[in-house]
């Protein structure tokens, strides 16, 4: 027990020296008359992961703010945190086997793979039409519901691509008509206030979707078959079986969960060759970078909106079906995903693709850690909404616009 | 008479009605609707002091209902874990107060069949020691100061924080006390909840009339004192310069700030009153219901919250209160399903669909709410015939 | 007797430098306009005089107090009052809660009513007394602009500065705040006036500072700025009939 006292001091060292750098360091910037924007950040994590040392070194050479001061000392501090933990808990599965952590890490990566691809939406979404939209969590519902009644219920037997495809049509259909109906008097300037118009009008579908597939369905959890076997594969590298495979013997990966991080990082591929290569993709980014440009360019502002909106929504039914077949499903499942996509928007910079992609693997590493290892899992089960709610809260406080600035 | 009366002669009227209701309702469904004014009462004081955060101050918070769980959660800890006793019991953490002991007992969590230190002296106390459980007012009192205690620290906080990330911030805020509140099980009681004592645990006599602990009467009126008072306060602020800044900082935070208007502390005020009202009615509705469980906190309580003040009028204190005692007696009245023809219509979960629409199209197509303009006809009349009169009037007008 | 000064004000936005070494003194009720290209750093300036922005480096000094460390909003107690480029009428308040806002900041013990015949005054000097019950929203842009001065008229500054008073505004309304601005003048205020307008700039200012691109590069008699060579070069020169289409071009924040 005395052992965990090691890792509460190692946390208020941290802490403390991270708060000195987070309230010294502007004003020293201030005082040698420098750019003082980010040397908060700057100074918080170099205070927490060098202590005095670090601190005393920044504040004589006072650098000019680069992304990977922050960077790099924030993955120190995560690394001295896991190594207080691991001595003061030297019997923890975590510090013990290494291929418990093995899996656990690879386990976090999938994850994490596939909760980007839920946060791809949103930031879709929020890079075009400038709103976090409350009910993304819905529509990943919605998606799942429908993957998995045409699997089961409707067309057993389907092939899984009609069903997931009919998850994507559906949940397009769903965006494209709100956002006529309901989005588009915000950016006529019908609305006065569009931005908490926004955060009112997308918690009302959020509210409206949920009861009502919950009036249709019902609130039994349901769940897909898996959509297809592995073929059985055996050789040194890995062996596979008809639902997971298996790399080394000793890190294993269910067949669903990598054919969802699979199709997560396709999705982010064609997202990015649709944006980057396609007209209307272009056209999309022209409107995220200045509307009134784009407008006199001759670009269907409305129209750009509105298939963004949809798009986005789109991809978020995409990865329910494709979840549907991991989680068992329940019409309150969409709460969840939402949150998750919040922390990981405001990770992953409000609005930028890439950060969605990587703020999306922070958090499946943050939940595995956070599962993995910590005593007391019953406990630790009961803390997993909260431990992105504290980096979400924490990041808002630190820097209100996300930590990697707003890029497609 | 001027129109600009009747909605005040109205008011009072209803009060009047609201006061001697529980006197001259006598069918036999008193029990259910008693309970269905307490929660309306309850819910109006949320409503309306979410009101005057969001539609009067601009602050879009969505962790109305952590306060009135902070509220709710400090009343029922203070009433599981305090106790008064005559004599030391030598183990427990306790302070003397003159002859007496307050004695903090120690949490042994839901299921364990530990027992608590007092318990545990139990055994050894001196015969005829009394023990006692202090006024739960006070824990109700502790309840209102720890909501206003978080409301000025999540305040300070949000300063910097505008719409979606003020959003996005208060949700985190609900979401990790919910966490919190589930998983310290050992003191919480996590998803089982804490129960708390009725408001008044050994019944009340008045007027030679005995109401047991049960009756629904006190209840009532304690949540009517409480609603009255809060709209009291509300009203009172509104007409004041707080009314008059916070609605000027909704509407442009810099330009108020320009025209000298102290920004920071007119927000934190704005949230620790508000928070502090959300926390009282917490505390007290937890004594009347007996139990309090995290599921308060779910984002869904706090949206029925939200949809109730905007159906009635976001920006009116008034409209909202009276949205969310209408919208509660019409849930609470579309409950019975019914069929048609072989299909079960289940009006339990159909009349929140209903509900979500409403919502939304109010949202869309009517943004003052559907009571508000009715008490804005009233009050703002003449207004535009004045303007047109004087139009006329004075000829000379600068416009572009 | 008011009193403004400006030292050596630098502002940089993450690696540009908006303001550079900017210095100047107001002494006493002067009529000051303040002129340069779009972009040249003129609103900056306002917002770093008004405290809504923090200078890099420099100090002001508004009667002898220190300002540049202070919020807005004691900034504005303190003698400072300002209109926005973009009007910024509280849109959902009656006009004459518009004017009571400033009124009670400024006095702590004081009530609406306290301010009723002043509002009305103002009002009627502002030719919008007919509006008073209605809500800001309801006002057509020129009387908003209208409006935004009544405030600061409420607030009751030493140093008033005018961010685009003229642009979009009907010959007419622009007498109405010619009027304002030799009123206010002739109570003792300094005044200063950015604007693109040269004609409304050299009729009415007494004095003239030129911004270009982060420097003050001249600050004089009209007269004699308006020969220097380097405005010339810099400003004037370049394009003088270009004003009459600068005034529209004035909603970029
Ligand atoms: N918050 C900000 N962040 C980054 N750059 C800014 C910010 N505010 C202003 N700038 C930049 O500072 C420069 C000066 O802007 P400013 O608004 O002061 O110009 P101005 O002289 O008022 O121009 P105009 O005549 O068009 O109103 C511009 O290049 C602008 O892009
Ligand atoms: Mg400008």
Redesign the pocket.
């Known amino acids: 027990m005395e052992y965990s006292s090691i890792f509460f001091l190692t946390l208020l060292w941290v802490l403390v020296w991270g708060a000195i750098g987070l309230a010294v360091t502007p004003r020293i910037y201030l005082r040698r008359d420098k750019d003082v924007s980010q040397t908060g950040l700057m100074g918080a994590l170099i205070g927490a992961a060098f202590g005095p040392i670090g601190l005393a070194i920044l504040w004589v050479f006072t650098p000019s703010y680069k992304t990977r001061w922050v960077l790099l000392p924030g993955i120190i501090v995560i690394f001295i945190l896991s190594l207080a933990f691991a001595r003061a808990d030297p019997n923890n599965l975590c510090v013990t086997s290494g291929s418990f952590v093995a899996s656990q890490l690879v386990n976090g990566i999938i994850i994490g793979i596939i909760y980007s691809l839920m946060a791809l939406g949103i930031t879709l979404i929020f890079s075009i039409l400038g709103i976090v939209s409350f009910a993304h969590g819905e529509f990943y519902m919605v998606g799942g519901m429908i993957a998995y009644f045409m699997t089961a219920r409707w067309f057993p037997g389907v092939n899984p691509l009609l069903a997931i495809l009919a998850a994507c049509v559906g949940t397009f259909l769903i965006g494209y008509v709100f956002e006529r109906l309901f989005l588009q008097p915000m950016h006529t300037g019908e609305v006065e206030r569009p931005g908490e118009y926004a955060i009112l009008i997308t918690f009302g579908l959020a509210f409206f979707l949920q009861y009502f597939v919950q009036a249709t369905v019902g609130a039994n959890p349901v769940k897909a078959t898996r959509y297809f076997d592995f073929p059985i594969v055996e050789n040194a590298l890995f062996q596979t079986s008809k639902g997971s495979i298996t790399f080394f013997d000793a890190v294993s990966i269910p067949n669903p969960r990598l054919t969802a991080a699979v199709v997560a990082v396709l999705m982010l591929v064609v997202l990015l060759l649709f944006l980057y290569r396609t007209w209307t993709g272009k056209a999309l980014r022209a409107v995220s970078e200045d509307k009134q440009a784009a407008a006199v360019a001759g670009i269907n502002t409305e129209g750009m909106n509105t298939l963004a909106f949809a798009l986005g929504s789109m991809l978020a039914g995409l990865s329910g079906a494709m979840l549907v077949q991991v989680f068992s499903w329940l019409p309150q499942v969409g709460t969840i995903a939402s949150s998750r996509s919040f922390v990981i928007i405001v990770l992953g910079g409000m609005g930028s693709l890439p950060g969605a992609f990587i703020g999306g693997l922070m958090v499946g590493l943050f939940e595995a850690a956070g599962t993995g290892c910590i005593p007391d899992p019953t406990r630790a089960a009961s803390y997993i909404p909260a431990y992105g709610m504290i980096v979400l809260t924490l990041i808002l406080l630190l820097k209100p616009t996300g930590l990697f600035g707003k890029e497609l | 008479m001027n129109r600009q009366w009747i909605p005040r002669i109205a008011g009072i009227l209803a009060v009047v009605l609201l006061f001697i209701f529980p006197f001259i309702y006598g069918r036999a469904d008193y029990d259910f609707i008693m309970h269905l004014w307490i929660t309306a009462f309850f819910f109006a004081i949320l409503a309306s002091s979410w009101s005057l955060l969001a539609g009067y101050a601009g602050q879009f918070s969505f962790a109305h209902m952590a306060f009135m769980a902070i509220g709710a959660y400090t009343a029922a800890l203070y009433g599981n874990y305090i106790r008064i006793l005559s004599a030391p019991t030598n183990l427990c953490t306790e302070y003397q107060i003159g002859g007496r002991w307050l004695v903090i007992l120690n949490p042994v969590g839901v299921t364990s069949s530990a027992k608590d230190c007092l318990e545990i002296a139990k055994e050894s106390l001196p015969v005829g020691t009394i023990i006692s459980q202090p006024s739960i007012w006070w824990g109700v009192l502790g309840g209102v100061l720890m909501g206003g205690i978080f409301g000025l620290l999540v305040g300070y906080l949000v300063l910097r924080l505008r719409s979606t990330y003020l959003a996005l911030f208060t949700i985190g805020f609900a979401e990790i006390l919910r966490a919190a509140i589930s998983a310290e099980i050992a003191i919480t009681q996590g998803q089982a909840g804490l129960e708390l004592l009725p408001l008044f645990p050994r019944g009340l006599t008045l007027f030679g009339n005995t109401y047991s602990s049960t009756d629904k009467l006190m209840p009532y009126y304690a949540m009517l004192f409480l609603f009255l008072l809060c709209m009291a306060i509300m009203l009172r602020l509104t007409g004041t310069r707080f009314g008059l800044f916070i609605r000027a900082l909704r509407e442009d935070e810099e330009a108020a700030a320009a025209l000298g208007v102290n920004v920071v502390r007119y927000k934190v005020m704005v949230f620790t009153i508000t928070a502090m009202m959300a926390a009282a009615a917490g505390a007290i509705f937890g004594h009347y219901i007996g139990i309090i469980t995290p599921n308060i906190l779910l984002i869904l309580q706090m949206s029925l919250v939200i949809a109730m003040a905007v159906i009635g009028g976001l920006e009116s204190i008034v409209a909202s209160a009276i949205g969310a005692i209408i919208i509660l007696f019409m849930l609470e009245l579309l409950r019975n399903s019914f069929d048609i023809g072989p299909v079960r219509v289940d009006m339990t979960l159909w009349r929140l669909v209903f509900f979500g629409a409403v919502l939304m199209l109010t949202l869309r197509f009517r943004r003052n709410g559907l009571i508000a303009p009715i008490l804005d006809w009233f009050n703002r009349a003449g207004v535009a015939e004045e303007t047109v009169a004087k139009r006329q009037a004075a000829p000379t007008e600068g416009s572009d | 007797m008011t009193e403004l000064r400006v030292n050596n004000i630098t502002?940089n936005?993450?690696g540009?430098q908006?303001?550079h070494n900017v210095s100047f003194e107001v002494n006493g009720p002067e009529l000051i306009g303040l002129i340069?290209?779009?972009?040249?750093?003129?609103?900056?300036?306002?917002?770093i005089l008004d405290g809504a922005?923090n200078p890099t480096s420099g100090t002001v000094y508004l009667n002898g107090r220190r300002i540049d460390a202070m919020p807005p909003y004691e900034v504005a107690k303190a003698g400072l009052g300002r209109t926005f480029?973009v009007t910024r009428a509280f849109r959902r308040m009656t006009v004459l809660e518009n004017l009571y806002v400033p009124a009670l900041a400024l006095h702590p013990a004081a009530r609406q009513r306290d301010f009723e015949g002043k509002a009305m005054d103002v009002l009627e000097f502002l030719t919008i007394d007919h509006l008073r019950n209605e809500y800001g929203r309801a006002l057509s842009g020129g009387q908003q602009k209208l409006l935004e001065l009544g405030r600061l008229l409420m607030l009751d500054p030493d140093i008033i500065i005018l961010?685009?008073p003229f642009a979009g505004v009907h010959p007419k309304l622009m007498e109405i705040i010619y009027k304002y601005i030799y009123k206010v003048n002739e109570d003792g205020k300094a005044v200063i006036i950015?604007s693109?307008d040269m004609d409304t700039i050299f009729t009415l200012s007494k004095r003239l500072l030129v911004?270009n691109?982060?420097d003050l590069i001249a600050d004089g008699d009209p007269e004699i700025v308006k020969n220097d060579p380097t405005v010339i070069e810099a400003y004037l020169g370049v394009d003088e009939d270009d004003d009459s289409y600068?005034d529209e071009?004035?909603d970029?924040?």
């Open positions: 502002k936005f993450g540009l908006v303001l340069g290209p779009n972009g040249a750093g003129k609103t900056t300036l306002t917002n922005l480029q961010d685009e950015i693109h911004l691109y982060g600068d071009e004035d970029d924040e």
